[in-house]
Nanobody, 125 residues
């Protein structure tokens, strides 16, 4: 069982930056394919970014490309989401998620086994 805990959310002005962190329990973090999703009230949880176990490959939703960067530090059991040039429409609860091994369906919520509790990001205009 893996427990994921997000941190780093908060209030930021449009154009600003935030870095989210997701810390994982256990000693097998390096075997997990990790992703970030976000959700606003009344909407479905949407894919943001994903990263392979080694960190050698990353994947992004089109609207986040060039602004968001996912990375990981397996020695620290942590995955990060660096968010730059934030817009009010980026306001959401951000969740990290994990699964064992790669999936070509990495943008789908249902392929992830483990989820964090979420961290709120609010971008003011």
């Amino acid at each position: 069982q893996v427990q994921l805990v997000e941190s780093g959310g908060g209030l930021v002005q449009a154009g600003g930056s935030l870095r989210l962190s997701c810390s994982a329990s256990g000693r097998t973090f390096s075997t997990y394919f990790m992703g970030w999703f976000r959700q606003t009230p009344g909407t479905e949880r949407e894919f943001v970014a994903a990263i392979t176990r080694s960190g050698s490959s990353t994947y992004y939703a089109d609207s986040m490309k060039g602004r968001f960067t996912i990375s990981r530090d397996n020695a620290k059991n942590t995955v990060y989401l660096q968010m730059n040039s934030l817009k009010p429409e980026d306001t959401a609860v951000y969740y990290c998620a994990g699964r064992t091994g790669y999936s070509t369906y990495y943008s789908r919520r249902d392929v992830y086994t483990y989820w964090g509790q979420g961290t709120q990001v609010t971008v003011s205009s």
